[in-house]
């Protein structure tokens, strides 16, 4: 599956319909804005459902 890609700069998901707009940058970055916090970010995917995004920043450093 393409999970461990998706943080990656301009990644784009093959399997979808080309009609999807983008340039593959999106995930990429919340991903930096995210890491450079200190925070984490993960996702949850069932195929065929969807997948759920998920992160967390810390209170304090």
């Not at 599956?1 to 009609?19: A, C, G, I, S």
């Not at 983008?22 to 995210?34: D, K, Q, S, V």
């Amino acid at each position: 599956e393409d999970q461990h890609q998706l943080f990656e700069r301009y990644y784009r998901v093959m399997n979808q319909p080309q009609t999807v707009s983008g340039f593959g940058i999106g995930l990429y970055l919340c991903a930096e804005i995210i890491k450079r916090h200190h925070g984490r970010i993960w996702l949850e995917s069932e195929l065929g459902k969807g997948s759920t995004f998920y992160f967390s920043l810390p209170l304090e450093q």
